[in-house]
C-alpha cells in the first residue's frame, strides 16, 4: 500500500504576473484519502486542474499514477476520474444515458456497463429514476451520480473538487460513505473542500494558502502543532495570513 | 469507432430533446424559403405616377393612358400644376412627375417637336433609376408610334428602324424566384450550420461538461467528429427539403443539371462551413460571444456573396472580399447546375476552392482546440 500515486516538485503556475499554485511539492500514496484544503483563491483548484492535465503547469515536475504530467498526459487521463465544482453531468440525458455515454467513451464493453450501471443504480438507489432527465434530479442525488460515473472506469486517483457544496449534511455523510467504500477498493482519492468536518474524513490534508502550501500532515497531528481543538481552529490560524481576497 | 458511436448518440439525442433547436431545423428553412423569395424581388411595380397636363389635348391623352396600361405605374396624381404635384413627391404620395406642357398637341403636329419634362425622386435609387427608364421607353414608343402614323400616311419609310428581340435563357420567363431561391437555400444551410455548430459546443464550455470530456482519455479527434457529423446530416437534411419539397412543389424549381454534383459540393461545403462554426467555438467562452461572431460572418457573407447584388458590379476591393467568401462559391454552383445544367468540368475550380475553405477552417479549428489550457 505504499505505492506513490501523486508526485509533484516545485509545481508552479502562472498567470502572467500572478501566481496561483507557487512550488507546491507533496506525495500521495495509493488508498489514501487525502485533503486538499485552502480558502477560496488559494489556488487549490488550480493545482487540482494541473494534476488532471486539464491545464499546462508554467514550471516544476509531477508524475501522476507513474505517468509524466507534461508528455503523459493522456495515459494520465486513462487512469483517473474527475468531478469538478460544475455539475458536469449532461443535464439533457437521462440517468442510465449518462453512465453508458462515460463508461462508453472510457472504453468499457457493453456487458460491463449493463454490470456496472446495474449495481451502481442498485447502490444510489436510484431504481425508478433510471429514465428520468438528471436535470429532475434532486443536486445530492447528481452529485453522488457525478462520483459514481467519475469511478465507473476503475481508476487509480479520483479528484473531487467541492463534491459536496451545497448539499445537506444526511446526503454529504452518503456521499463520504462512497468516498470510504471507493477508498477501501484501493481508489485514491484527492479532495478539496470547505467543511472542516469532512477534513478530519480524511487520512491526510494539506492546507493551502496564497498559492503555497503552509502544512500538511494528519488532522490528529495538525490540531496538535497548532494545538487547536478541531479542524476549524487550525484553518483559522493558517488562514488568517491570507493576503489574497477570496473570490 | 466505438467510441465515436456513443459520441454520436448523445449527440442526436441531446439534438432531439432540445425543444428550441427542432423548430429551427425543421419549420425555419420552411418559412424563410416560403418567405423571403418572394419578398426579395428586384422588378420594379406600383410607382406612384404623377401627371401635370397643361394641354388636356388628345395626345396627352393618349400618353397617360399608354404609361398607365403599361402596369408598372399607378396613377396617383392627375393635375394642372407642377407645385402640387411636388408636394406629393414630398409627401411620398409619388414617386415620379411627368409634366406635359400646354401646347403638347399642336406643336407635335405643327412644328414636330416637343419637349416632356420628368422628375423623379432618387431617395430609392432602384425604383427611380428603374421608373425612369421604363417612362423614358413608354415614351420612345408612343414617339415612334407618332411617327409611324405620320409617315405611314405618307406611304413611304423613310427611317430604318432597328428593331431589337431577345431570347432569355435558362430563365425564360425572368422568374425572380428561380434566381432567388438557390441562393436563399445556400444562405439558410450555412446559416444553421454556423450557429448550431458553434453554439453547440460553446454551451458544454458554459455548462461545464467539456471539461469532463477533456479528462477522458477521448481523442479530440473523435470529439470534433462526434460534433461535425449530427450538424453535417441536419445541414443535408435541411437542403434537401428546401431543394426538393419546397423548391420543387412551391416554385417548380427542378435542377436541370446533376442533383448528385449538387450533393456532392453540398457535402464538401457543409465540412468548411461546420469548420468555421468550430472555429468560432474555440474562440468564444460563452454562448452570447458565439452568437456575435457568427452574426458577424453571416452578414459579411450575406451581402458578400452576389446573392442580392451582382459580383461583376461591385468595386474591385470589394470583388476581393466576395471571392474570399465561401457562400459564393456555393451559390454560384447552385445556380448554374440548378438552373443552367453546367457539369463538373465547369464547376471543377469552385470544388478546389471549397476543399481549401475545408481544410483551412478544419485544421485550425483543430488546432486552436485544446484538451489542455
Redesign the interface.
Known amino acids: 500500500m505504499n505505492e506513490i500515486v501523486i508526485k509533484t516538485d516545485k509545481l508552479t503556475k502562472r498567470f502572467g504576473n500572478f501566481i496561483a499554485a507557487n512550488e507546491i511539492t507533496f506525495e500521495v500514496k495509493a488508498g489514501e484519502i487525502f485533503g486538499f484544503l485552502g480558502a477560496n483563491g488559494a489556488g487549490k483548484t488550480t493545482a487540482m486542474r494541473m494534476l ?5 503547469p508554467s514550471s516544476g515536475n509531477a508524475t501522476i499514477a507513474g505517468f509524466d504530467i507534461y508528455k503523459e ?3 494520465i ?2 487512469n ?3 468531478m ?1 465544482q ?8 437521462t440517468v442510465i ?1 449518462n453512465i ?3 463508461g ?4 468499457i464493453s457493453d456487458k460491463q456497463i449493463n454490470e456496472k450501471s446495474n449495481t451502481l443504480i442498485e447502490q444510489l438507489g436510484l431504481k425508478n429514476e433510471t429514465k428520468k ?1 438528471v436535470a429532475s434530479l434532486p443536486l445530492g442525488w447528481k452529485q453522488k451520480l457525478a462520483f459514481s460515473v467519475a469511478i465507473l472506469h476503475e481508476p487509480k486517483i479520483v479528484f473531487l473538487d467541492e463534491p459536496t457544496g451545497g448539499v445537506d449534511p444526511v446526503t454529504r455523510r452518503q456521499f463520504w460513505d462512497l468516498i470510504y467504500s471507493a477508498s477501501d477498493r484501493g481508489i485514491t482519492i484527492f479532495v478539496t473542500t470547505h467543511y472542516m468536518d469532512e477534513a478530519e474524513y480524511c487520512n491526510r490534508i494539506s492546507m493551502m494558502v496564497d498559492g503555497v502550501i503552509k502544512a500538511l500532515d494528519t488532522p490528529t497531528n495538525l490540531k496538535k502543532q497548532f494545538s487547536a481543538d478541531s479542524m476549524d481552529e487550525v484553518f483559522f490560524e493558517l488562514a488568517r495570513g491570507a493576503k489574497r481576497k477570496g473570490d | 469507432m ?2 465515436l ?3 454520436l ?2 449527440e442526436f ?2 439534438i432531439f ?2 425543444k428550441s433547436l427542432l423548430p429551427m431545423i425543421f419549420l425555419m428553412p420552411i418559412i424563410q424559403l416560403i418567405v423571403m423569395p418572394l419578398a426579395a424581388d428586384y422588378e420594379v411595380k406600383n410607382i406612384n405616377l404623377s401627371i401635370v397636363d397643361h394641354d388636356h389635348s388628345t395626345y396627352s391623352q393618349k400618353l397617360t393612358s399608354k404609361i398607365i396600361s403599361s402596369g408598372y405605374f399607378i396613377l396617383s396624381d392627375y393635375g394642372n400644376s407642377f407645385k402640387n404635384s411636388l408636394q406629393q413627391v414630398e409627401q411620398d404620395k409619388s414617386d415620379l412627375i411627368l409634366e406635359i406642357p400646354q401646347g403638347f398637341e399642336k406643336n407635335i403636329v405643327r412644328e414636330n417637336k416637343q419637349k416632356l419634362f420628368i422628375a423623379v425622386n432618387a431617395i430609392n435609387g432602384t425604383k427611380a433609376g428603374l421608373g425612369g427608364a421604363y417612362i423614358n421607353n413608354i415614351i420612345f414608343n408612343f414617339n415612334n408610334d407618332l411617327r409611324n402614323d405620320w409617315i405611314q400616311s405618307m406611304r413611304y419609310n423613310q427611317i430604318p428602324t432597328i428593331e431589337i428581340v431577345s431570347s432569355n435563357w435558362f430563365n425564360t420567363f425572368l422568374n425572380y424566384t428561380f434566381f432567388m431561391v438557390p441562393g436563399i437555400l445556400v444562405v439558410l444551410v450555412t446559416m444553421v450550420c454556423i450557429y448550431m455548430c458553434s453554439l453547440n459546443i460553446v454551451k458544454e464550455k458554459e ?3 467539456i ?8 481523442k479530440k479527434f473523435h470529439f470534433i467528429l462526434g460534433k461535425l457529423i449530427p450538424f453535417w446530416v441536419i445541414g443535408v437534411f435541411i437542403f434537401s427539403v428546401g431543394l426538393f419539397v419546397v423548391g420543387r412543389l412551391v416554385y417548380g424549381i427542378i435542377p436541370v443539371g446533376n442533383a448528385g454534383l449538387v450533393y456532392a459540393f453540398l457535402s464538401l461545403y457543409l465540412i468548411a462551413m461546420l469548420g468555421l462554426g468550430l472555429l468560432i467555438s474555440t474562440y468564444s467562452e460563452t454562448q452570447q460571444q458565439a452568437m456575435s461572431v457568427a452574426f458577424f460572418f453571416m452578414m459579411v457573407f450575406l451581402l458578400m456573396s452576389g446573392l442580392f447584388t451582382s459580383i461583376d458590379s461591385m468595386p474591385e476591393w470589394a470583388k476581393i472580399i466576395a471571392n474570399c467568401n465561401p457562400v459564393t462559391y456555393f451559390i454560384e454552383v447552385m445556380r448554374m447546375v440548378v438552373l443552367k445544367g453546367s457539369n463538373f468540368s465547369d464547376i471543377k475550380n469552385h470544388f478546389i476552392i471549397m476543399t481549401g475553405f475545408a481544410v483551412l477552417f478544419n485544421s485550425w479549428a483543430i488546432l486552436n482546440y485544446k ?3
Open positions: 488532471c492535465g486539464l491545464s499546462k498526459t493522456e495515459k487521463k486513462k483517473i476520474g474527475y469538478s460544475k455539475f458536469s453531468l449532461y443535464e439533457d440525458l444515458e453508458r455515454f462515460f462508453g467513451i472510457y472504453g432527465l | 466505438r467510441i458511436r456513443f459520441l448518440q448523445k439525442k441531446q430533446r432540445n455548462i461545464g461538461t471539461e469532463q470530456i477533456n479528462v477522458t482519455p477521448i484538451k489542455t489550457s
